[in-house]
C-alpha cells in the first residue's frame, strides 16, 4: 500500500515549497515528520526472490548476490497482524484527491463502452495505494505458500496483488490464489512471438503456452464467478517495433477480461538507455523514506521494492516491530540523506527517481 494520506499532505506541502529557496535540513525534517504517519505503511512483501527468468532489463540477473529464499510465514503472519487497510474515508478523499490532481478517476470497466481508461497511471493510482504487493526480485507463482498468504490478507480486509511471468503458471495453485481471493494477478508479456520473447526474458520464458494458460485462467474466473483482475503488461523498452508489438498484444487479448496496458521501463540506469517515462510513480520526487516501508524475503525491512541486494538494510522484522523500525535510528539516517542527496548511497547512484535533496536546496 501507499500512505496515501503522507501522499495528499506531501502534495499540499510541495506545492508551497520555492525551487530556489535554501531551506535548511532542520525545518524540512520537522516539516515532513509532522505529516509522516505514526504508524508504519507496509508498500510490498518480498515472499520469494526465487526466479528462472533472465530478463535483460532487471538487475537480478546479472547482479544480485542476496541469498536466494523465502519468507518465513511466521514473520508474514506477524508482519501483516502490525498493519491496518486504509478507511473507506480516507480513501474517498484519495479519489477526490487523484481526479482534481491528475485529472484521473477510478471508474473503470473492462468491457465494451468503459469509462475510464486503462494506463500505467490509472493502476498506479488506484491499484497501488491500496494493495499489499507480494512481489520483489522473485517470481510469487514459485511461491508455493502463495494461496495461503493471500487468504491470510482477504481475511484481515487487505487487497493483494503481484506480479509475474506467465511462463511459470501452475493452473491448480493459480485457482488456489484465486479462490483465497487474489484480488489482482499481473503477467509480464513482452512480445507474442516466442523468440522475441526469449531474447528478452530467458529462455525459460515464452508466449504461445503462457496464453494458453491466461485463457483458461480467464475461463476458471468466468466459470466461478470470481472478482481477481487478470492485469496485461509490456514494458516500453524503447525497442524499434514497440508499439506494433504492443498492438499484436492487444489484439490477442481483444474482448477478453483484462486490464491491458504499455508499463515504462524501471530501472532505466541498469540499461543505460534513458528514454523517459510516462509514469507518474518515476516522474515525482521519491516519497519512500517517509510513505512506505517494503519487506524483504529475509524479514529485513530495506529502503525499497528496488534494493534488488539489501544494501540499504533499516531493520529487521524477525527481531523487531514495524513500529519499532519506522521510528529508528537507520530511517532517521535514510531520511537525512535524501534530504541532502550528497552521500553516494543506491538512491543516489541506482534509481532513477529524484531526492528531495536533488530538487530543492537543502543545507
Given amino acids: 500500500m501507499l500512505d496515501i494520506n503522507y501522499y495528499m499532505k506531501f502534495h499540499k506541502l510541495q506545492s508551497s515549497l520555492e525551487s530556489d529557496k535554501i531551506y535548511s535540513v532542520q525545518e524540512m525534517t520537522e516539516w515532513l515528520e509532522k505529516i509522516r504517519s505514526p504508524e508504519p505503511v507496509v508498500y510490498n512483501i518480498e515472499t520469494t526472490n526465487r526466479c528462472n527468468m533472465r530478463c535483460k532489463m532487471c538487475p537480478r540477473t546479472t547482479m544480485m548476490t542476496r541469498k536466494i529464499e523465502d519468507i518465513n510465514r511466521e514473520t508474514f503472519i506477524n508482519i501483516v497482524n502490525q498493519i491496518n487497510p486504509h478507511s473507506e474515508s480516507d480513501w474517498e478523499k484519495w479519489k477526490q484527491f487523484c481526479e482534481e490532481t491528475y485529472g484521473i478517476k477510478e471508474d473503470i470497466e473492462l468491457e465494451k463502452g468503459s469509462k475510464g481508461e486503462m494506463s500505467e497511471n490509472h493502476f498506479f493510482l488506484y491499484v497501488i495505494p491500496k494493495v499489499i504487493q507480494l512481489h520483489g526480485y522473485g517470481d510469487p507463482l514459485l511461491d508455493k505458500h502463495m494461496a495461503e498468504y493471500v487468504r491470510i490478507l482477504h481475511e484481515r480486509g487487505f487487497y493483494s496483488y503481484f506480479s509475474c511471468n506467465p511462463s511459470n503458471i501452475n493452473l491448480e ?5 484465486l479462490d483465497a481471493g487474489l484480488d489482482y494477478i499481473k503477467y509480464s508479456i513482452e512480445s507474442v512471438d516466442d523468440e522475441e520473447h526469449k531474447k528478452i526474458r530467458g529462455e525459460a520464458s515464452n508466449f504461445t503456452e503462457s496464453y494458453k494458460k491466461i485463457r483458461q485462467v480467464l475461463e476458471y474466473k468466468k466459470e466461478h464467478k470470481l472478482q481477481t483482475t487478470i492485469v496485461i503488461t509490456m514494458l516500453d523498452l524503447n525497442r524499434m517495433h514497440q508499439k506494433e508489438d504492443f498492438d499484436k498484444l492487444l489484439d490477442a487479448f481483444q474482448n477478453l477480461d483484462v486490464y491491458i496496458y504499455l508499463k515504462s521501463e524501471d530501472c532505466q540506469w541498469y540499461r ?3 528514454h523517459g517515462t510516462k ?9 519512500h523514506p517517509w ?3 517494503t519487506i524483504k524475503s529475509n524479514g529485513e525491512a530495506t ?17 523487531q516491530t514495524l513500529k519499532e523500525i519506522w521510528d529508528g535510528e537507520e530511517y532517521k539516517k535514510f531520511r537525512y540523506q535524501h534530504l541532502i542527496a550528497k552521500d553516494r548511497i543506491k538512491c543516489v547512484d541506482e534509481c532513477d527517481m529524484k531526492l528531495m535533496g536533488d530538487c530543492y536546496k537543502i543545507v
Fill in 279 to 287: 509514469s507518474i510513480h518515476w516522474s515525482e520526487i521519491c516519497k
Fill in 173 to 177: 495453485r493459480t485457482y488456489e490464489m
Fill in 272 to 274: 543505460k538507455d534513458f
Fill in 291 to 293: 510513505m512506505t516501508m
Fill in 303 to 319: 529502503m525499497c521494492m528496488e534494493d534488488f541486494n539489501n544494501e540499504i538494510i533499516l531493520g529487521d522484522t524477525n527481531k
